[in-house]
């Protein structure tokens, strides 16, 4: 099995940044990729990022290219969302997926996932 562990999330003023971290342990060498997705009250999950988890290959939200980026750390068991000039419309439950499948942005995709951080973004 895989666990994984959100941080990082919190309230901010419009135009701040703000850096979210994910934590695998676990069967990590059964993962290939990992993720972000985030829901807003009232609507559906949204994909945000995800990366392979051994390489450099990335995917990216069209919306959020520029803003966000995504990476690990060096032991290759952490994902981290870098986001950038945050906007009120980014306020919303981030969550960390991961899985041993291909690179996606389809929810259905993910396996795995962590129990969600609150960011907030005041304007």
């Known amino acids: 099995q895989v666990q994984l562990v959100e941080s990082g999330g919190g309230l901010v003023t419009a135009g701040d940044s703000l850096r979210l971290s994910c934590a695998a342990s676990?069967?990590?060498?059964?993962?290939?990729?990992m993720g972000w997705f985030r829901q807003a009250p009232g609507k559906e999950r949204e994909f945000v990022a995800a990366m392979e988890r051994l390489s450099t290959n990335t995917l990216y939200a069209d919306s959020l290219k520029g803003r966000f980026t995504i990476s690990t750390n060096s032991a290759k068991n952490t994902v981290i969302l870098q986001m950038n000039s945050l906007k009120s419309e980014d306020t919303a439950i981030y969550y960390c997926?991961?899985?041993?499948?291909?690179?996606?942005?389809?929810?259905?995709?993910?396996?795995?996932w962590g129990q969600g951080t609150q960011v907030t973004v005041s304007s």
């Open positions: 676990g069967y990590v060498n059964s993962l290939h990729i």
């Open positions: 997926a991961a899985d041993g499948g291909l690179l996606s942005g389809n929810p259905l995709a993910y396996d795995f």
